[in-house]
């Protein structure tokens, strides 16, 4: 198959229960692959980024509306996949559901608190207790902090259902790889496609771990919580500046962007598995609808 140049979007996605959350200009459309073996699509307005001018700023807020979305896309898709066990719930389930799922939502930020921000300063100052490191204290810290990183997307691989959603992770980026290059919508023209792709949530956080070991070189050492607290206040300025470089990476091809996209393409090799080909159809099913009527308004802008 021949490929045509590639030109760049902004549309994106992510990979859910049994489905894909494609995200366009204007509309979102949920495609999930029902029980009877059908494509159940649904169609929600794109939340926009009030700071999307605002360099820096603009990060952290489209940290937060990706993962609010997000979290309302993965709750619903996991209903159209496993209707029966949605339907057994009580009234009294609901209602709880009320608090519930905040509360999961809080608990899961301070557990990635724990692993990711919390742990390696911790095992970095257990470690200077025996060995004098000297300078070389924030290095290993983040050295530590992505050898968890890359652990834990390890071991979740190894969980059936976490692998299928990384097997419709894969469809997206081919589908969308297909749309940039041009090439029909098929199942077969999306299946020569890459799997890998620099505007990617895995390489954002990758990009955003490389970050946070720079911009903690100038915290100063001292009390483990203390340091803690100070990397917890300076993560929106770590976002925004790894939101750019992706936005950076994604608007270009030269050899700058090849280079620094190169880290977080490697790791996707975790994160994005080779789709099956029913999954490829769902996710060429969540594309078409939120693609925008001209190609000059699909194409990339620094907005």
């Known amino acids: 198959m021949e490929k045509k140049e590639c ?7 992510q990979a859910v229960i049994e489905g894909i959350a494609m995200r366009g200009p204007k509309q979102t459309c949920l ?15 794109t939340k926009k980024n009030k700071l999307a001018k605002v360099p820096v700023f603009r990060g952290a807020a489209a940290m ?31 209602k709880s559901a009320s608090w519930l799922a905040p509360a999961a939502g809080v608990l899961g930020g301070l557990m990635a608190i724990a692993l990711f921000v919390l742990l390696p300063t911790a095992l970095t100052g257990l470690l200077a207790r025996f060995v004098p490191l000297d300078g070389f204290k924030t290095l290993i810290e983040g050295f530590l902090k992505i050898l968890i990183f890359i652990g834990y997307l390890f071991a979740v691989t190894r969980l059936n259902d976490i692998k299928r959603v990384f097997q419709y992770h894969g469809a997206e980026h081919k589908t969308i790889a297909c749309y940039e290059h041009r090439a029909p919508l098929t199942v077969e023209s999306v299946r020569g496609f890459s799997r890998f792709h620099p505007r990617c949530g895995t390489s954002f956080m990758f990009i955003v771990i490389l970050i946070s070991i720079l911009v903690f070189s100038f915290v100063p050492w001292g009390n483990t919580f203390a340091r803690v607290g100070l990397k917890l206040l300076c993560l929106p300025l770590i976002m925004g500046i790894s939101y750019e470089i992706i936005q950076f990476a994604g608007a270009h091809d030269n050899l700058l962007t090849k280079i620094l996209s190169a880290p977080g393409l490697w790791v996707q090799r975790l994160t994005a598995f080779e789709p099956e080909d029913d999954m490829i159809e769902v996710a060429i099913a ?17 907005s």
Do not use: N
């Not at 969540?286 to 620094?302: F, K, N, Q, R, T």
């Open 31 to 45: 495609a999930v692959r029902t029980p009877e073996g059908e494509i159940h699509t649904e169609l929600y307005e």
């Open 64 to 94: 937060i509306l990706s993962l609010a979305a997000g979290y309302k896309y993965l709750m619903r898709a996991a209903d159209l996949a496993f209707p029966e066990e949605a339907a057994k719930e009580e009234e009294s389930e609901k």
């Open 7 to 13: 030109f760049k979007t902004k549309i994106g996605g």
């Open 286 to 302: 969540s594309l078409i609808p939120v693609l925008p009527e001209s190609e000059d308004e699909a194409e990339w802008s620094a």
